[in-house]
């Protein structure tokens, strides 16, 4: 079946502007996790979906980025007045459920985001 | 504060050797642990999961887990340099899996 699909795949905006990235997770995922890695960094988590709870935001940097998820399904993280530290990949990913057994996550091919 | 430790690397092997991945971790509530395969430029592909001690292996792959000494480890046997990758150790047992840094492995012929 179909993957995690991500778009768009590269990004290139100005600083100040906004930017939408969008994750359409595997289907009958009700997980869905957002991480950003940076050139040669490791993952940065930065929020998780689980069904209809209140999302986990305690990973996003600042208040300029949110996200939402809308009928539990696709998935848009909104980063405000970017800044060039910005810049990095944007991974999602979306695992069936949590708990062992089910909690394997799989990744969506992400969104290179370049601040200019 | 959960922490998952791999050391960067690179770890060189030659063509037709086992590489050995090595993974610590500091919850001891973790329940599952993974370990995925990230090419250069591309996006993390899982390679194994295991949540019982001992060994599982999957064809050249095999992932050994010590809940006791809280440490996990993926082997890589006949290791080819289509191996050549980033190799990142997961764990979970919350809902939010915490990830290690990677350790790039290189395969020379």
Known sequence: ?116 | QKEVEQNSGPLSVPEGAIASLNCTYSDRGSQSFFWYRQYSGKSPELIMFIYSNGDKEDGRFTAQLNKASQYVSLLIRDSQPSDSATYLCAVGGSYIPTFGRGTSLIVHP
């Open chain 1, 1 to 116: 079946g179909a993957g995690v699909s991500q778009s768009p795949s590269n990004k290139v905006t100005e600083k100040g502007k906004d930017v939408e990235l969008r994750c359409d997770p595997i289907s009958g995922h009700t997980a869905l996790y957002w991480y950003r890695q940076s050139l040669g960094q490791g993952l940065e988590f930065l929020i998780y979906f689980q069904g209809n709870s209140a999302p986990d935001k305690s990973g996003l940097p600042s208040d300029r980025f949110s996200a939402e998820r809308t009928g539990g399904s696709v998935s848009t993280l909104t980063i405000q007045r970017t800044q060039q530290e910005d810049s990095a990949v944007y991974l999602c990913a979306s695992s069936l459920d949590v708990g062992a057994g089910t909690d394997t996550q799989y990744f969506g091919p992400g969104t290179r985001l370049t601040v200019l």
